[in-house]
Structures are given as C-alpha cells and as structure tokens.
C-alpha cells in the first residue's frame, strides 16, 4: 500500500527481456534503496513492483508482460524519470491517499494550461474509468496523489502546484504522453457493494 506522495524521481537504468512475455528494469533511486530488501515493494509511476535485488542505488524488479502491456512501463527507456515510493509504514501519516500500485488504465496528457503559481492539467480518461472519478475526489496519476479539479465522461483535469511540477514526472510530460492512472479504490468497493445489495435485496 502506498500514499501516492513521491518520495524520489528516479531514472531508470535499463530494461532486460527475460523472455516468457517479461522483463528485468533495473532503477536509480538512492533515497528509495536506502533500506530496500529482497521482496520489498517500491512504486515506479504508481506501480507496485517488487524488488529483486539492490546494488549501489539502484534495484531491478520483475515486470510481466501483463504490467508491460497494461501500464506505461512498456514505454519507458534508459535514461527516463520516474516517480518512486516505498510502500507506506503503520505508524506513518497518511499524505495522500490509499493507494495500492494498481494501474487501472493508461491515460494521456492532453493539455497544459500555466498560471501564475500552478498548472491545470487535462488528461484522457480510459473508458469505463469516468464513473470512478468525482470533482475534489482523489485519483493516482504515475504514481501521484492529486485532486480531481474537473471531470467529465472521457477526461478529467487536476492543478498542479510548483513542488509537484518540479519534483515530479509531471513538470516535464508532454501533450500525448502517456500516464499511468489508478482510481479510489473505495470507489470501486462502493459500487461493488451497491451492486451486490440491487441483486440480492438486503442481503
């Protein structure tokens, strides 16, 4: 489980085909690794990925091709920034909100438009994502917890503010780049609830 606040931007070093529709990416990320083991998880653009091993700053992990395909990971190239975070403590305050590294969908950045002290942001929405996502709601974009500023049935806009612009993927993605997105989980435990109960009554 993560909170979605970006402890570090990293790079990314290499990517190897393992081959059986996988690969090994190796990431630079000296804050994240500090106290990284064998088996812990660290989010690269808001995917929990599981670390295999650690050398000198930098951790591979394994990513099947179900990620590869699903997610922006595919995309990336040595050299490339990424958000990271470590998996969220027990006794640690909750910044942003639950987060679990599971992308929901890839989105893409459609507009950029700069104001005085912040950004506001346009991003398509996959479909079938919309219903997930409310104006002042919270929604995961690489990796990032942001408030949901404007919405609509296949795109929704968030404002971002210069800490996040400077110290996060976002300051420097372009109109149609790729985004990974993860919506409120308890969105889609609250339509499983209700749709349950319009089944079965008040079961």
């Known amino acids: 489980m993560f909170t979605g606040i970006v402890e570090e931007l990293g790079e990314i070093v290499r ?3 393992t081959g059986g529709d996988s690969a090994l990416v190796a990431v630079r990320g000296p804050l994240v690794t ?3 083991r064998h088996g812990d998880s660290i989010a690269v653009n808001g995917v929990c990925l599981t670390v295999v091993d650690v050398d000198g700053g930098v951790f591979t992990a394994d990513v099947m ?4 395909r699903r997610t922006a990971l595919g995309a ?3 050299g490339d920034p990424v958000n990271l975070e470590r998996a969220a403590a027990l006794n640690s305050r909750l910044g942003g909100h639950l987060v679990q590294g599971h992308v929901d969908g890839v989105g893409e950045l459609l507009s950029r ?3 005085a002290q912040w950004e506001t942001v346009r991003f398509r929405l996959p479909a079938g994502l919309s219903r997930y996502v409310v104006e002042k709601g919270s929604i995961t974009v690489d990796g990032i917890s942001l408030t949901v500023a404007g919405v609509g049935d296949d795109w929704f ?3 971002l503010i210069p800490t996040t612009l400077k110290l996060t993927t976002l300051g420097a993605k372009g109109v149609g780049d790729p985004v990974n997105l993860e919506v409120d989980v308890l969105a889609k435990y609250v339509e499983r609830l209700l749709g349950d109960r319009a089944a079965g009554g008040d079961r």
Not at 65 to 68: A, D, F
């Open 113 to 115: 438009e700069p104001a």
């Open 65 to 68: 091709g179900e990620t590869l």
């Open 34 to 36: 500090s106290d990284a």
């Open 157 to 159: 806009s968030v404002g």
């Open 76 to 78: 990336l190239r040595p």
């Open 15 to 17: 990517t190897t085909d």
